[in-house]
């Protein structure tokens, strides 16, 4: 039977929790960013088995988060799209893409963002 867990911790708590997930063997299904008004949710999926392990945080927009692509080489591509996308604010990437990894030069910023959205609806 698959099982789904959500956890709800502190941007303190990320790197010892993705070290502690990793330990036990889970591997990194995705991580995504929702714009949530004055804050973002920031939820890291790992897979375990046939399980599901949710890491989620919530934090200021003006808040940084750490990166946890020094556990996880391959969490860089996510991290780096939730910046280019969101504005999250991810320090400690060990490759950075200076939100230039999916956007053109000409292409607006932070097209997830919901300010930047609605200042695009109303041009």
Do not use: H, W
Not at 60 to 85: F, H, Q, T, Y
């Amino acid at each position: 039977m698959r099982v789904i867990k959500d956890y709800q911790i502190s941007k303190e708590q990320l790197l010892l929790e993705v070290e502690r997930l990793v330990k036990e063997g889970a591997r990194l299904g995705t991580a995504i960013c929702i714009d949530e008004g004055e804050e973002f949710e920031v939820i890291y999926n790992f897979q375990k088995g046939l399980d599901s392990v949710n890491l989620r945080l919530r934090v200021k927009k003006e808040d940084e988060v750490p990166s946890i692509s020094s556990i996880l080489l391959g969490a860089v591509l996510a991290e780096n799209e939730m910046r280019e996308m969101t504005g999250l604010k991810v320090t400690g990437m060990v490759l950075d893409f200076g939100e230039r990894m999916l956007l053109a030069d000409e292409s607006p910023r932070f097209p997830l963002l919901r300010v930047a959205r609605q200042r695009e609806v109303s041009k």
